[in-house]
C-alpha cells in the first residue's frame, strides 16, 4: 500500500483532488479521517498541514507527497523531487507600502522584513549581498508595515488582491511556485512501480488539458489545404465518406489557437464540425 501525503484544506487540497478523480483514483469524502484508504487503487492518503508534508516523506512516514514548490524549498528536507504537476501555481515576491518610491533591492538594506519563508529569503537576501533584518511571522504577514511591524513584507501572492487590500505594492519576485510531486528517498522497488503506475495515470490527464477533438466533414478538393493548417498529434485522420467528393476529418486541436484553426477550416468548406472535450490522452 502507497501512502501519499497531502495537503488538509485550501486551494491546493482542492485541485489535488481534482488530479486523483480525474485518474480515476477514489477517495472517501471524510474531512474528520486523516487517513483515508482509496477504493480503486494501492493507495492510502494522508492528509496534514503543508509544511508538514516535506518531513513526513523524508523520513518515511508518508511514500509520495503533493505539496507547493514553496514549502519544499523552505523545509529543506532530503525528499525527492519526481514531478511538477502544473497546478497550483504562485510566486514568492517581496512587497513594500504603495507609497514609497523603490529604486532597486538595495532599498531593502537595514530594513526589517516579515515572513513566513525566512529560508527562502534569507537565501534571496544573502545572493543580492543585503543586509535586513527578518521577522518570522506565521500569519496574516500583510499587515505587518500597517501596525509598524516591518517595513516590508515577502510572501506568497497569487492575484495581488491582498496586496492592495493593505496598500502594498510587489517589487520584486524572488521564486515561482507550483504543485510538485515529491517522494522518499527509501522507497521500495515496489512502491516504485506504484508510483509509475500513478505517474501514467497523472501523465494521460495533463496531457489532455486544454486539447479538444474536432471531426468534420471536409469537400475532399479542399483536403490537401485543411491537412496543411491541422497541427495534430501526429497525423488527422481521415475517412472517406458515402458522397464520394466529401471526407471525414478528425484530429486534435490546443485550445490557445483552437478558434484561429476554426475559422480558416470554415473559409475552406469544412462542414459539420463536432467538438468534445477529451477526459485523458495517452501518447
Not at 514549502?71 to 511538477?84: C, D, H, L, S, V
Not at 529560508?119 to 499587515?143: C, D, M, P, T, Y
Not at 513584507?153 to 517589487?171: R, Y
Not at 500513478?198 to 494521460?204: G, K, S, T, Y
Request: contains cysteine.
Amino acid at each position: 500500500m502507497l501512502r501519499i501525503a497531502v495537503q488538509s484544506k485550501g486551494r491546493l487540497h482542492d485541485q489535488t483532488m481534482e488530479l486523483l478523480a480525474e485518474a480515476d483514483i477514489k477517495i472517501g469524502t471524510s474531512k474528520r479521517t486523516l487517513l483515508c484508504k482509496c477504493e480503486n487503487f494501492p493507495l492510502e492518503v494522508l492528509y496534514l498541514r503543508d509544511d508538514d508534508i516535506p518531513q513526513s516523506v523524508a523520513t518515511g512516514i508518508a511514500d509520495i507527497g503533493i505539496v507547493g514548490e514553496n514549502e519544499y524549498m523552505e523545509q529543506e528536507e532530503q525528499a525527492e523531487f519526481i514531478m511538477r504537476l502544473g497546478f497550483s501555481r504562485c510566486r514568492l515576491s517581496l512587497a513594500i507600502p504603495k507609497e514609497a518610491e523603490y529604486p532597486g533591492v538595495e532599498w531593502f538594506n537595514g530594513k526589517t522584513i516579515a515572513t513566513s519563508y525566512p529560508v527562502i529569503l534569507e537565501r534571496f537576501l544573502k545572493k543580492n549581498g543585503i543586509q535586513a533584518e527578518i521577522h518570522r511571522i506565521a500569519g496574516s504577514v500583510e499587515i505587518s508595515p500597517s501596525i509598524g511591524l516591518a517595513d516590508a513584507i515577502f510572501d506568497i501572492v497569487s492575484s495581488g488582491s491582498t496586496l492592495v487590500s493593505n496598500n502594498l505594492k510587489e517589487v520584486e519576485v524572488v521564486m515561482q511556485s507550483e504543485a510538485l510531486l515529491i517522494g522518499s528517498p527509501s522507497l521500495s522497488e515496489e512502491k516504485r512501480e506504484m508510483v509509475r503506475q500513478m505517474l501514467f495515470r497523472f501523465e494521460a490527464v495533463r496531457q489532455a488539458e486544454d486539447k479538444k477533438y474536432v471531426r468534420m466533414n471536409v469537400p475532399r478538393e479542399h483536403l490537401d489545404d485543411v491537412l496543411s493548417v491541422l497541427p495534430g498529434l501526429k497525423s488527422p485522420t481521415v475517412i472517406p465518406l458515402a458522397d464520394a467528393a466529401w471526407c471525414s476529418v478528425h484530429t486534435v486541436l490546443d485550445q490557445q489557437r483552437f478558434w484561429e484553426i476554426i475559422g480558416k477550416l470554415k473559409e475552406m468548406g469544412a462542414q459539420g464540425i463536432l467538438v468534445t472535450p477529451i477526459e485523458k490522452m495517452i501518447l
